[in-house]
């Protein structure tokens, strides 16, 4: 793993937005998986300021989202469908048809999970950007998720819910369940771009960096991969900064 600590969030975006530029511009038909949350917002407004400055092109390129809530509408404010259209996806040029993000809405759960490894199949990930959950979660993998898991429905943890309960009206109106790729199918990945701040994460950095490579903590398993970055700020890299 290939640490980078920032004195701030700005410096960081735009190291982490750079490496995700510079890719599609190499490779215009890269494959990006993409994630959701506080985290990766100031990421995505840079490149939303990049495209309309320098015209980067998303036009032939895919981008595979991590998961989505189970049962919520997908026009919903807090839906990840909403927040990837309003974040990202309405400011850029790329093509709605290669988009993805899983179907929390459909009734045969089952298929839509299948139909989501058949599409990082037939389109596998270049770049993997991450966050991590103040449980050390991927994705919704929550703790003791199986390391070789592709995409499933998972409960989510009260922790997780209770994190969330920012983006609704209260932590009754959160989703219990979600739909998210794997451990196995994050880890597939190319390469990974795990991106964390604030002190509510330092101990689950502290965790996946050093602690036992153990399902209790799901990011550890990146541990395992060779090439990842982990890109944070002071107060996320607090504990292991202490620890040295
Ligand atoms: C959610 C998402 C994760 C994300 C995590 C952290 O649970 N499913 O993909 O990494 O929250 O979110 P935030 O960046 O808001 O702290």
């Not at 600590?5 to 890269?30: C, G, M, T, W, Y």
């Not at 929390?104 to 139909?115: I, N, P, S, Y």
């Not at 979600?178 to 771009?193: D, F, H, Q, Y």
Request: proline fraction near 5%; aromatic fraction near 6%; include cysteine.
């Amino acid at each position: 793993m290939n640490i980078h600590i920032f004195k701030n969030k700005k410096s960081l975006d735009e190291a982490v937005s750079r490496l995700l530029i510079e890719q599609v511009n190499k490779h215009p038909k890269s494959v990006l998986g993409l994630a959701t949350g506080s985290t990766p917002l100031g990421i995505y407004k840079q490149l939303m300021d990049d495209h309309k400055r320098h015209k980067t092109s998303y036009q032939d390129v895919v981008t595979i989202n991590l998961d989505e809530y189970v049962g919520l509408d997908k026009n919903s404010p807090a839906s990840y469908q909403s927040f990837m259209k309003v974040n990202l996806f309405d400011a850029l040029d790329i093509n709605p048809k290669n988009t993805f993000i899983p179907d929390g809405e459909t009734k045969d759960l089952d298929a839509a999970c299948q139909a989501y490894d058949d599409i990082m199949k037939k389109h596998p990930i270049d770049i993997q950007l991450l966050g991590i959950g103040s449980n050390g979660h991927i994705g919704f993998n929550e703790p003791n998720t199986p390391f070789d898991s592709e995409t499933h429905i998972i409960e989510l943890a009260l922790k997780t819910r209770t994190d969330n309960a920012v983006h609704f009206k209260s932590l009754d109106d959160v989703p219990t369940q979600a739909i998210t790729m794997g451990i196995k199918s994050i880890t597939n990945s190319k390469r990974i771009l795990l991106v964390a701040t604030g002190a509510n994460k330092a101990q689950a950095v502290k965790g996946m960096i050093f602690g036992e490579i153990d399902p209790i903590l799901p990011a550890s398993v990146l541990q395992t991969h060779p090439n990842v970055d982990v890109f944070l700020d002071y107060q996320a890299a607090s504990l292991i900064l202490s620890s040295k």
